[in-house]
Nanobody, 125 residues
Framework: QVQLVESGGGLVQAGGSLRLSCAASGRTFSSYAMAWFRQAPGKEREFVAAITWSVSHTYYANSVKGRFTISRDDPKNTVFLQMNSLKPEDTAVYFC??????????????????WGQGTQVTVSS
């Protein structure tokens, strides 16, 4: 049974930083792409960042490029999202996701089979 557990969310002032973690279990972590999505109240879930398996290519939404960094530690079965220069519009529930997703489909929620429960990030102005 695959489980994804996010942590690291919280309340931070604009301009601050947070580091999210997602610990995975249940299958071979290094064989799957990992991604972060977020959902603000009243909005659809949106892509934030993703990292492929094997060569660890990274992809970012334009809104976070240059501020957020996704990384993975395969021996520890964990993916991270380092968030710097946070803005109030980054406020959302952040979800990690896992799937055998090719790069051309990696920004789409439908390609990911498993999801965590989410962690709240609130950025105050």
């Amino acid at each position: 049974q695959v489980q994804l557990v996010e942590s690291g969310g919280g309340l931070v002032q604009a301009g601050g930083s947070l580091r999210l973690s997602c610990a995975a279990s249940g299958r071979t972590f290094s064989s799957y792409a990992m991604a972060w999505f977020r959902q603000a109240p009243g909005k659809e879930r949106e892509f934030v960042a993703a990292i492929t398996w094997s060569v660890s290519h990274t992809y970012y939404a334009n809104s976070v490029k240059g501020r957020f960094t996704i990384s993975r530690d395969d021996p520890k079965n964990t993916v991270f999202l380092q968030m710097n220069s946070l803005k109030p519009e980054d406020t959302a529930v952040y979800f990690c996701a896992q799937g055998r997703v090719p790069y051309y489909f990696i920004r789409d929620t439908e390609g990911f089979e498993y999801w965590g429960q989410g962690t709240q990030v609130t950025v105050s102005s």
